[in-house]
Nanobody
Framework: QVQLVESGGGLVQPGGSLRLSCAVS????????MRWYRQAPGKQRELVAT???????NYADSVKGRFTISRDNAKNTGYLQMNSLKPEDTAVYYC??????????????WGQGTQVTVSS
């Protein structure tokens, strides 16, 4: 009954911007952490950005200064704002959230992935 639905991917030109969304639905109490990963064909999965409920954020060196992770608690939605996009940012992007359910369980869920293509 808990789902993470991603949206916002697409095709953009180098230097463009895109905002990815990760909407959490279901009976949850809180989001303890949200992370964005990406994977390009033939490459390992890469951790892009992390947000923790403690207030800390962290970014991969390759995206630092260009990407921003955030969330809207009222909407139970996380975001990844991507600016100054480069062709090497092309990948499938996945959100991952550590959730506390109303049952008291702490569980991690994955979004379905969204394609980001940066090309001239």
């Amino acid at each position: 009954q808990v789902q993470l639905v991603e949206s916002g991917g697409g095709l953009v030109q180098p230097g463009g911007s895109l905002r990815l969304s990760c909407a959490v639905s279901g009976n949850i109490v809180r989001i303890n952490a949200m992370r964005w990963y990406r994977q390009a064909p033939g490459k390992q999965r890469e951790l892009v950005a992390t947000w923790l409920s403690t207030g800390s954020t962290n970014y991969a060196d390759s995206v630092k200064g260009r990407f921003t992770i955030s969330r809207d608690n009222a909407k139970n939605t996380g975001y990844l704002q991507m600016n100054s996009l480069k062709p090497e940012d092309t990948a499938v992007y996945y959100c991952n959230a550590h959730l506390v359910l109303v049952s008291g369980q702490a569980v991690a869920y994955w979004g379905q992935g969204t394609q980001v293509t940066v090309s001239s």
